[in-house]
């Protein structure tokens, strides 16, 4: 008999936790697992639209993000997404289609059928300070992360625009930095918490990436941070994936490891680090976590 | 900023007269913009340039002054509306005949300073000074003073003396 | 022998960080006539205040002077004590040994010297000094009130309100002032008559208001409390008192086409005429110039047609003189002229806008002509060319104004809130028409108004464009407008329509003139000058005379009523007292000596000084001498200073106290 | 065009093309004042020959041609930053999508291919796969773009973390995924939707 769950939500991974942000999938599941909350997967999800489709079509972005919330409606409990890109275009369809009838009604012509909307849409963040609690968080912490000194990097997403995720204070949120605290690692303070990585830019226009991810590795590095915590695979993607190219660029030695949430939330409540891709990794934060003793 | 720290030979004595709207607010702002200036002016309030006397002036010299400073609004400021301009013309005379009499007329100055000028009265008064220092005491006027002494009262011993022997 | 007290103030460490103040004190106590010296922490604190006052009675001594701060910070502090222990005030003095002294020197004993000696120089000073009175003058409770536009129709109500009689004084033959021709106000869209009417005829029918229209100053004599005003009335060729503004004159006058000055020239009057209907008094002028009986002696149409036979071909110019207490300066403003090239302004022309030879280029006054329910369109915005209405209307802001090397430097304040209303008006007028205005700054500081200017950007479609325009011209019945937009940072052309200019507020013609009969000063663009730019605002640096509104400063309505209240209520302050008092420094002629050369007169810039023939008692002329106006003398002292007999001295700055002072060097 | 001198009046306002902005974005243009602050802090402005605040006063003078010759819109990271900050609620980033889905409409007189060859390929892929197929992605954008060896070092790195798929994933629901996709180019087609 399995043990009986804290709670369950349903889970909208979103395409990149199923390839190149593999491990942030990974985690996430470990994390849960370990933290005994139930997390299911729903069936046939498909794509977001992510910012590509809202760039030059609106209507289009709605109808899929309305689409999987539909689709999210056959799984029991919240909507649990990891991703910040999919938190995002899932909040604002919930917000347009809320406030904006006639998009509404666009968008269920569109998807041929009411679109639901009720379900609240979580991100990992939320249901593990809020729904589970920061005093639950730190009881269950196994190993906590003494001596980790991790600069939280927000991104734009997660807290932009403010009356869409309602996730956190839009420019001084404390949400990362209060998990953190809670797993005994330190957030340090710095500038480029809330500045553009370059985003989507990665595929038609890297040196725009590079350009803005550099000024970002800089100032956790000025700050002092062992590493970056990030919520979104695809800043994840430019911190790290380009990060060899950002060094050559700027003839800068940065190795500043980046991290998923929950892969440092994971380690934390004691998973054995085997479990949390960091195999996946270009800058393999291995290394710097067995010198600070952690693994 | 004059240096309190310097030490001179010579300590001149001069005599700023300021009417009260202007110089005097303006010398006042200096305070308290806290300032520094060379202690060595006394200065004597009237309400307007114009009630100035010459005569002052040259009562001054003979007191042992060694610069004089007369200062009031810029003209067309005058809180008496014509005051200044009175003054002006009074003194554009007086310099002429004071000239003519043998003062060095750079011991004498005149000057516009307004109520906002407190650093223009700085200026003024640090010139001035270091004018008069750099030319030495002036002599003149006190031998005169002592002239007066002798032809008009008897006080002094030497005096008396003097007189009794004629 | 005198009994000075001296007390020498710490001013906490302000003066005793770098004035050995002790010391002070001592030698002050070694002084011939200092009867009693002490220092203390804080002179002006009210242990400090009795201290002096306790000395004052203990050591009873006939003078005091406190070495402390500036007299223009405390003088009147230590005077009242001195005077509540009773001691005169006037021998009570302070020696300045702080701003003068301890701020402006680092070396202590150079500091100390100086203290010492500005101690000395001014116990001379108080010991020669002289009880004074203060002087009173008596208050004629009526005021005189000059303009008779929203400014001065708001103080004279005021004050007549209050139970004062006013005289009210305008140039024009009607009151009513540059808000009469305006068509609505911002920020509220009223219209301007609707609210201006009432008051118009209020001050009509206040029994404590006496109205002169078509009448200026002439002359201003005497002081506060106590002006006498020569007013002329100007020949209106219409007896006032027999005319019922029946109107059969103006209806009858055969010379009609006269471009009426009310409507900026672009509607018609005849040579008898009212400026406009509502006008108050209602009664018709005659313009001399342009009448055919005037110029040619033939006609009198109006004279014949006229029941009450009111019509005075010979009426002359009458001088009325009054006597007031106390004067409100309303005499408005003017816009900046773009009608030719100007001559004698400041500002140095706008020949690329085409000196007003273009006729649909327009300033905002005519504007508010066209746009002004009775103005000479009715109403309808139509262009002065050819009457039709504009398609495209480009307003232009800061014409004449924010140019320092060729027009002037200030802002004139008002052009964008009416600018503002402009678009709107001609929105709500010329539904599909569009309103364009280029500008440098949106300045709307005020209650309601970027809201207001922010209305015709976002709900009435206004298309502001941040930048200037460069020239003007015509080109098929259209005008060019070279303009840019410095946000884009592109070159802008636009075909106009009609092109409204917001041009300079200035100060009236002949202000300056006026200014010198009342005796108050005004900056080089002619507006008066307050006596205080913040704490001052309503009073001239002559006593008895107030300002209200544009003759000050551009201002609109709010500002002005404001403004115009403040100076009737400094003006019904002043009545409520039957005496001024004032300060007793003034010259007084020692007729034994005075020789009647009346050089002081010459110089008094108060015209305080007269003439005065003394006699014995058969009453023959002894001499004459001259005699000081205390109410009148300013105090400056230039009398004494040219006296050659030295019979005329100032009191509180004698020869005597001088001399001491200079002596004690 | 950028700096061509520009004649206002009202056939050269183009009042349509700012409506349908204003439609699309649920945003008025009209309520900018023109501070620059979306400029101030935007990521991309130094990449912009339009920087944000421009977008928006070409907007209010109904310049949309000006605008969309321009590739300042394609530059666009979508970071919210000017939305999250305007002191008047004008829904920048919200106007650029509407500016961007105008252009694509108008089949992009407004020219960063890169950018728009990218788009293009992300949205064909959800409508073939469901989901985003990165492999795809990359190569066929690299194939397309005529930079063949762009990334080419990282392609193999990321195939043997595991991070780069070489195929793609299943997907159950794909007639729905076309079925949305073909409702909404029926409801353009019969007006029903911009």
Redesign the interface.
Known sequence: MTPKKLKNYSYYPGCSLHASGREYDISTRALFKALNIGLKEVPDWFCCGATPAHNVDELLSLSLCAKNLVLAEEVEGDLAVACAACFSRLKTTQHHLKVDDEKRAQVEKAIAGPATIAKPVKHILEILVRDLGLAKLEESVKKPLFGLKVACYYGCLLTRPPEVPELDDCEDPSIMEDLLRALGAEPVSWSHRMECCGANFTLSRPDVVLHLSDAILRSAQAAGADCVMVACPLCHGNLDIRQEAIENRSQEKYDLPIFYITQLAALAMGVDDDKLGFDSVIVDPRPMLMDKELI | MH???KKHDFEP?V?AFVCTWCT??G??L???S????P?NV???????T????PV?IL??FQ???DGVLVSGCHPGD??????NF??RR?FAAFRVLLGFVGVDLNRLQFSWVSAAEGGKW?EVVTELTERVRAMGPMREFKELEQEEQWSATLTTPELQQAYESI | MSRIGVFVCHCGENISRTVDVERVAGEAAQLPGVAYSCDYKYMCSDPGQNLLKKALAEHNLDGVLVAAC???MHEKTFRKAAQSAGLNPYLCDMG?I????S?????RE??T??AS??VK?MVERVKRGKALAPITVPVTKRALVIGGGIAGIQAALDIADAGKEVILVEREPSIGGHMAQLSETFPTLDCSQCIMTPKMVDVANHPNITLYTYAEIEKVDGYIGNFQVTIRRKARSVVEDKCTGCGVCTSKCPKKKIPNEFDQNLGMRSAIYVPFPQAVPNTPVIDRENCTMFQSGKCGVCAKVCGPQAIDYEQQDTLVVEAVGAVVVATGFKLYSIDRKPEESPIKGYGEFGYGLIPDVIDGLTFERLASASGPTGGKILRPSDGKEPRQVVFIQCVGSRAREKGISYCSKICCMYTAKHTMLYRHKVHDGQAYVFYMDARTPGKGYDEFWRRAVEVEDAVYIRGMVSRLYQRDGKIVVMGSDTLVGVQVEIEADLVVLATAVQAQDGADLLAQKL?ISYDKYNFYSEAHAKLKPVEC?TAGIYLAGACQGPKDIPDTVSQASAAAAKVITLFSKDQLERDP?VAKVNEKYCVGCLQCKK?C??GAVEEKEIRDRQGNLVKVVANVNAGVC?????C???CPSKSVE?D??T?EQ??A???A? | MKNKLMHLSNETINLDFVNKVEKLSGSSVRRCMQCGKCSAGCPMATFMEHPPNRIVRLLQLGQGKRILAGRSIWYCASCETCTTRCPNTVNLAAIMDALRKLSWDADGPSKESYVQLANRLFIENIRTYGRQYEMRLGAVFNLRSGRLLKDFLLGPKLISRGKLKVFHQKNRNLDEIEAIFSRIEEMRKKGEAL
């Open positions: 240096s309190a720290e004595k005599v005097y607010a010398a006042d200096a305070g308290t806290r300032m520094q200036y202690p006394r200065v004597l309030k009237f309400p307007c114009g009630r100035i006397d002052f009562r001054a007191k042992g002054a005058c809180h008496y509306m014509a005051g009175h003054a009074r700085v | 500036s007299p223009r300045n702080r701003e003068h002294c701020w402006v020197h680092e070396d150079a500091a010297a100086k000696d500005i120089l005796g640096a420094v110089v810039p108060y300013g105090g400056c002292g230039t004494q200073a040219t100032l509180g700055y020869d001088i001399m002072m200079i002596e060097l």
